[in-house]
């Protein structure tokens, strides 16, 4: 965020039309993070049995770069007998990898989080290049806790004989794992490190339109002497994916992306049963209550919709403000989203870095269209956007009614819909009504009623007085239909094992 | 002929606290020994469906936010009243084929099982909670908090145990549960609910079913505000449909091949759902 830089020519107003600073208005310079640390080869291969290998019908595909629509780029794109290979590799290391000694085991996935730590700029650099993400985020967010998952699940390899009362623990096998495009990085970590700890060996297939850190990650692996196909990762499209997780020799399915993929996974799995772990959409409620700190409260809605351009499943996406403090809350929201910058991905002044792909980009712009279609209020950031590449201005909606689709349906980019309440049990109704259930939040001073509320919402993770906070201890997962099992912590070990009396 | 002639019961289903007929208005003979009716079974429709799993979702939110010590002390009072009933449940268990001394058993096990589930609802929480130390400023912690709503199919037999077996940790674990009696056992189910509704459970926690399996099946999987299914002792074709089904709304599922009836916690944390709550910590 903007420097807190005392100034006494604080009421300068924001200007609409350029990069000021929000307190003394002056023009931000550029900060641009150099590419030059990080390398992006031109081509990349699959990472099948511990070598780099191209797909066997030589097909490849283009990563893009959403900021400015450049080919980074080229991945090859697995097939089935891709796949095949893949999960063979996997099988035929299942057995050594699983009998290692835990503590070794461990010691592999710890070695995995200082690599990562060590090459933590490069890895920075290519998540933003690659997914649009602010390279702050990327920085500070992203790969660090990429790494602190590493190191998290390194410490469980040999103590999980203490995790599950009156149980005994046995990895399930083969874990088949997908992954979105909006965590590149950090997804590939949630899945890989609990996996690996457990003792399960895995095939990972990154997203379509953001490959290139799971590649490189592939390098670390090598680098970090794990034995041949532990990991082995696959690029390629939902194709790809779909071969995967109808593979006849997969003992485990985990998920993470949107409701409607996640329910044809479920039934694909339907005829063998095979077990799995599902992190799909959100829409989350933000409820502000009348007594909560406003300026502390707005800092956290623009965070809960606002980081990383809104593709967040657990995105605070619905905002609930409670009837006396609506007018305020509103104005300050309007006031501080015009102080966002939107635009280089790179630079570290940015706020919203580019939308991941142009599909997305049209999803939505078709969802915000049927909002004023439906009679919502849009307010826009006057913020200029980049004339090339995929951006799309921070935008609030106002007078919002339950049944529109922008209040129903995720929309995974930095749009928030705004309605108010007027009781704490009007909040929770509205907060609940939806088949989704991932994450909610509250603002409020009462201690009281932070519980109460966080008791009543019917979500996985809830933040009273914060928001959009991710830690490898913390277990992350939905209620109803956002999913399906939980990721982080204790709880994200049970997944990956078979539980035996 | 100076022999009373008795007063047969006249069993019937449980949605809500109540015990309405079948809205279908449909029965099943179900015969004893030489071919005799012991009773006309109510078969529920999927309408009848419908309404239980309205009650239980009405139930839910009282059921699910009782305290736990209120749960327990209500499921020790079903096995106080089953206690209490001991000689009637094992004659009707006698009278659907169980031979006495073991349906004598039987009771007795289905007793001493509900007093093992009455004792977990306080105690699985604290196995299956945890306090998790996060790098940042912030007092972090994952609770269980019940699923929701699920369908039970109860297992061929034992006809009580196996019916408790499959009933107690949904409930123990604060879900409202709409329950398909076992098709050779429907009698000792619905028994069962006089003991229920004489426990001080809330009307609508527990909703029993007698009815065709094959028939309800694919309501009960497809159901929209069903939140979860447990099933015991069914065919692997069931599992399939239950599987490809429950992916409609993401239904938890509880597949038990084999009837097992040993009280289990994990059995509770099968319609449990982990809640993470965050908030900062700081002294200002």
């Known amino acids: ?501 | 002929m100076n022999e009373r002639l008795p007063v047969l019961k006249t069993y019937k289903l449980f949605i809500g606290g109540k015990f309405p007929r079948t809205e279908s208005g449909r029965a099943r003979a179900l015969k004893g020994k030489a071919g005799r009716l012991i009773a006309n079974v109510s078969l529920a429709s999927r309408k009848d469906f419908r309404n239980a799993v309205v009650a239980a979702r009405a139930a839910f939110p009282g059921w699910s936010g009782a305290t736990a010590y209120l749960r327990g002390q209500i499921l020790y009072r079903a096995a106080e009243m089953l206690e209490g009933r001991a000689a009637q449940f094992a004659d009707e268990l006698n009278a659907q084929g169980t031979p006495p001394a073991r349906a004598r058993r039987e009771v007795a096990d289905a007793i001493d099982l509900l007093v093992h589930y009455a004792g977990w609802t306080d105690k699985f929480p604290a196995l299956f909670s945890t306090v998790n130390p996060v790098a940042s400023a912030h007092f972090n912690f994952s609770v269980p908090e019940p699923t929701g709503i699920v369908a039970v199919i109860a297992p061929p037999a034992p006809g009580l145990l196996g019916f408790i077996a499959a009933i107690a940790p949904v409930i123990a674990g604060g879900n409202t549960a709409v329950a398909l009696a076992s098709p050779d056992f429907p009698l000792s189910a619905i028994s069962l609910a006089e003991v229920l509704h004489d426990s001080d459970l809330p009307g609508g926690v527990v909703n029993i079913l007698t009815g065709d399996l094959a028939e309800l099946l694919p309501h009960l999987s497809t159901h929209m505000d069903v939140n979860g299914i447990a099933a015991h002792g069914q065919s692997d074709e069931t599992h399939r449909l239950l599987r490809e089904n429950a992916a409609l709304n993401i239904k938890r599922l509880a597949l038990h091949p084999a009837t097992n009836l040993s009280g289990d916690p994990y059995k509770i944390l099968a319609f449990q759902e982990t809640k993470t709550t965050w908030h900062p910590t700081h002294l200002r």
């Open chain 1, 1 to 501: 965020m903007a420097a807190k830089k005392k100034n006494k020519k604080a009421t300068v107003a924001p200007s609409p039309a350029d990069n000021r600073d929000f307190r003394t208005g002056e023009l931000y310079a550029p900060a641009p993070e150099a590419r030059d640390h990080a390398t992006i080869e031109a081509r990349y291969d699959l990472f099948i049995g511990g070598k780099f290998v191209p797909a066997e019908n030589g097909k490849v595909f283009a990563t893009v770069n959403p900021a400015t629509e450049e080919t980074l780029s080229e991945v090859a794109a697995a097939g089935a007998a891709d796949v095949d290979r893949a999960v063979a590799a996997a099988r035929k290391a299942f057995p050594a990898w699983s009998r290692l000694k835990a503590a070794e085991r461990g010691k592999y996935l710890f070695r995995l989080a200082r690599l990562l730590q060590e090459r933590a700029r490069e890895f920075a650099v290519i998540e933003s290049l690659d997914g649009g993400k602010p390279i702050r985020e990327s920085r500070d967010i992203d790969i660090p806790l990429a790494a602190a998952h590493f190191f998290y699940y390194a410490g469980w390899a040999d103590k999980l004989a203490y995790a599950f009362p009156g149980r005994n623990v046995a990895p399930l096998g083969v874990a088949a794992q997908i992954i979105p495009w909006n965590f590149p990085l950090l997804m590939a970590a949630w899945k890989i490190a609990p996996a690996l700890a457990c003792g399960n060996t895995v095939v990972l297939k990154p997203a379509e339109t953001t490959p290139l850190t799971a590649l490189k990650l592939a390098e670390l692996i090598a680098d970090a002497d794990l034995p041949p196909g532990v990991v082995n990762i696959l690029t390629g499209n939902g194709s790809t994916g779909d071969a995967l997780v109808r593979h006849p020799d997969i003992d485990k399915v985990a998920f993470t992306g949107s409701t409607a993929v996640g329910k044809r996974i479920q039934k694909a799995l339907a005829a063998r049963g095979t077990p799995h772990t599902l992190e799909l959409g959100g829409k989350a409620a933000h409820i502000i209550f009348d007594d909560a700190p406003i300026d502390q409260a707005v800092e956290g809605i623009v965070n809960g919709i606002f980081f990383n351009q809104g593709h967040v499943c657990c995105a605070g996406s619905r905002l609930l403000v409670q009837e006396g403090v609506a007018g305020t809350i509103i104005r300050k929201l309007k006031r501080r989203m015009e102080t966002l910058i939107v635009g280089d991905p790179l630079d570290k002044n940015t706020d919203i870095g580019a939308i991941n792909s142009r599909a997305q980009l049209e999803r939505i712009r078709e969802l915000v269209d049927s909002g004023v279609r439906e009679g919502a209020s849009l307010h826009q950031s006057a913020q200029p956007l980049p004339a090339k590449g995929y951006w799309f201005a921070p935008t609030i909606f106002t007078d919002t009614a339950q049944s529109q689709r922008i209040v129903q349906e995720e929309i995974f980019g930095p749009v928030l819909t705004i309605s108010t309440f007027r009781t704490p049990d009007e909040a929770v109704d509205k907060a609940n009504n939806t088949p989704y259930g991932l994450s909610g939040g509250v603002w409020t001073d009462k201690g009281a009623r932070i519980f109460g509320a966080t008791r009543a919402l019917r979500a996985g993770v809830v933040w009273a007085n914060t928001f959009n906070r991710f830690d490898p201890a913390s277990p992350f997962g939905g209620y109803k239909e956002s999913g399906l099992g939980r990721e982080g912590g204790l709880q994200g070990l049970a997944p990956y094992l078979h539980l035996l009396p």
